[in-house]
């Protein structure tokens, strides 16, 4: 309920969001962040982070600014660097959990988009976007690969001026187009 109390008179809506924020993404830094070596998660977007586009650019670049309350979803920012990192230790290092179970949780598609299969093996890819009303947009990719491999693609704009072109379609078929056997 909106502006509710609980019978305790300092938890408003915003108090538990900000309680339930800071749980969320200090269990993240713990059991996610930490396992895999990365500092450099935040739910804010630093001012010396590439800045968000149109294409073609027709307005000036965008910061999103913080987005701790679609933490779930959408507010961390991370380097290319630091997601390989997670993805890596998720899938291979045993250090967010066992392997095993990292590979169940992929088949089952547990927070993938496509499970697609290639001639060398199975391609798992997650996409990702944030976009303001302008058109201004941020995108990512990231993919747990055949062969014990992980890619992430950033881009801080759309894909090209025509209309239907799909930022996963893109790389997707530029990667299987390449695959060599």
């Known amino acids: 309920a909106t502006n509710a109390n609980y019978g305790v008179a300092f938890a408003t ?12 993404a200090n269990y993240c830094r713990q059991h996610v962040f930490s396992p895999a070596g990365v ?3 935040t739910l804010d977007h630093p001012a010396q982070d590439a800045l968000a586009y149109t294409f073609p650019i027709f307005t000036s670049g965008w910061n999103s600014g913080n987005r701790a309350t ?10 290319v660097d630091d997601l390989l990192a997670v993805m890596g230790a ?8 066992r392997n095993a179970q990292a590979q169940t949780m992929l088949d089952d598609g547990f927070g993938i988009d496509v499970i697609q299969g290639t ?8 996409n990702g976007l ?9 995108q990512s990719l990231a993919y747990f690969l055949p062969q014990g491999m992980e890619m992430v693609v ?4 759309p894909i090209g001026i025509y209309p239907g072109k ?4 893109v790389v997707s078929n530029l990667y299987i187009a390449n695959i060599k056997n």
């Open 166 to 169: 799909f930022f996963r379609n």
């Open 13 to 24: 809506d915003t108090m538990w969001d900000a309680l339930t924020i800071s749980a969320y």
């Open 130 to 138: 944030w976009k303001d009303g302008s058109g201004r947009v941020e």
């Open 119 to 126: 001639p060398i093996g199975t391609l798992y890819n997650k």
């Open 90 to 97: 998720f899938r291979r290092e045993g250090s967010i959990m």
């Open 154 to 157: 950033l881009a801080n704009s």
């Open 70 to 79: 679609v933490s779930g979803g959408a507010g961390w920012h991370l380097s």
């Open 39 to 41: 500092t450099g998660a």
